[in-house]
């Protein structure tokens, strides 16, 4: 599991383009601060499912009331490098 | 994540390995790009009901735009903000037909909801929600028109776009029956809705937790005797009729009572008048109705759904949630088949934490 921020980023962006079967990006060339909803046109639908798939990943417990607010790669690494700093 | 009953935490990838859970999933994944909005087509209507919501409040004094490009417009218009599926309602959709084929030739999904009496084009490949409230005797006394489902069934004959909404009142349970066998003797199908009553509303036809339980009930043995007839599943009794409205139980996500803008239908949804004007304070899939006591399927289709996340718990609440999804698309999604409900337990919902 990464740990390191850079990593998360990376790894966030893997699971969004999986996810979402985007094509045309890579996780490493994938903009952190892109928003998922205005520019990526993810949904609710589409960002529970990566909730839960982070939430498996990185073992961390996300509120039904925050999974809506996650709507950059960088926004959603810095919230799980929270939880992560929480559960230490 | 830790489940409220048995205390026992399961990954989502634990959920969905099992095989049946994930080929549901998968399925209706794929419908996961619907973003609805209703739409008001005219303010005229051949029945007056008791309880009727468009009648309640003052959409029903907007004016009608019967202009066929301005209609245009608006769809091109909601195309281009990402609107994938409409809702045709209010009052009557049935007298402006060719406003109907407009929306259908720029947004082919979407649903019609009629009372049936006036057959609309099979040009216009929507699926029709056809109301019903009772059997004849019933119709004729709260709707004023007689041998309803018999006319209603005539227009609608061996049309795969058609489907009878049974709309439980508490004087009608007991009629419920002999509707779904009429259905069911001439293959067509039923789901279920629940009375929910306009705000200000004081007449006879609320529900009371004694009249929920019995529609518990009835929905249960008729859902269990005619399974190729009702689209349903124990879930959506569950969320239906439970004694809590929909919005104490999953939070209403519908604008009306939501103030979020971030994402869902917080921010896509709106709801037309016959003006073309919407406002977001009372943008919700059926305006004036009491939020407090609404049971309406059309409201749980769009509120159970988007809580996706509260139910993916444990396997048991996840496969009630896939159960509500796959009746949701097979209600409201022409050529989607309902496949077999994969809990057949009346479970309540999960505990928002």
Redesign the interface.
């Known amino acids: 599991m990464p740990t390191d921020t850079t990593q998360i980023i990376t790894r966030i962006a893997e699971i969004i383009i999986n996810e979402l079967k985007l094509e045309d990006v890579t996780p490493e060339t994938f903009e952190a601060d892109l928003d998922l909803v205005d520019e990526v046109g993810i949904d609710s639908m589409d960002l529970a499912t990566i909730a839960l798939v982070i939430r498996d990943e990185f073992g961390i417990r996300i509120d039904e009331d925050d999974y809506p607010k996650l709507t950059t790669v960088r926004i959603i690494a810095e919230y799980i490098s929270n939880k992560l700093a929480e559960n230490e | ?1 830790a489940n409220e009953t048995t205390g026992k935490e399961y ?3 634990d959920i969905i390995a099992d095989p049946a859970i994930k080929e549901r999933f998968t399925r209706v ?1 794929k419908y ?2 619907l ?1 609805e909005s209703t739409y008001d087509m005219s303010n005229r209507c051949n029945l007056r009901c008791e309880g009727c919501y468009y009648y309640a409040g003052d959409k029903q004094f907007a004016e009608e735009n019967l202009n066929t490009a301005d209609w245009k417009q608006l769809m091109e218009a909601e195309k281009d903000r ?1 609107i994938t599926f409409v809702v045709l309602a209010g009052a009557e959709a049935g007298y402006v037909p060719d406003l109907c084929k407009t929306c259908f030739d720029i947004i082919p999904l979407g649903c019609i909801a009629t009372n049936g009496l006036i057959p609309l084009s099979k040009e216009i490949d929507y699926r029709i929600h056809i109301s019903v409230w009772g059997n004849d005797t019933t119709s004729l006394e709260i709707r004023k028109a007689k041998n309803m489902l018999v006319r209603q069934m005539e227009n609608y004959q061996d049309d795969p776009r058609a489907i009878w909404v049974y709309t439980f009142t508490p004087v009608n349970i007991d009629e419920a029956r002999e509707v779904t066998e009429t259905l069911a003797a001439n293959n067509h199908q039923i789901t279920f809705n629940m009375f929910s009553v306009p705000v200000g509303y004081n007449g006879h036809l609320r529900h009371t937790p004694e009249t929920l339980a019995r529609t518990r009930a009835v929905m249960s043995e008729l859902l269990a005797e005619f399974p190729d007839t009702v689209i349903f599943s124990p879930y959506n009794i569950v969320a239906h009729t439970h004694e809590r409205g929909l919005h104490d139980l999953f939070s209403c996500s519908y604008p009306r009572m939501n103030p ?1 803008t ?4 917080g ?1 896509s949804f709106r709801q037309y008048r016959t003006d073309l004007k919407w406002d977001r304070a009372a943008a919700c899939c059926v305006p004036d109705t009491d939020c407090d006591d609404c049971r309406h399927y059309a409201a749980g289709s769009a509120v159970v ?6 139910h ?1 718990t444990n396997p048991l609440h996840f496969s009630a949630w896939l159960d509500y999804v796959d009746t949701y698309l097979a209600v409201w999604v022409k050529g989607y088949e309902k496949s077999s409900n994969l809990c057949n337990e009346l479970i309540e919902p999960p505990v ?2």
Do not use: E, V
């Open positions: 994540m990954k989502f990838s994944r996961f790009f973003r990402g979020s971030d994402i869902g239908l921010r759904t988007a809580r996706m996340y509260r993916a928002h934490n």
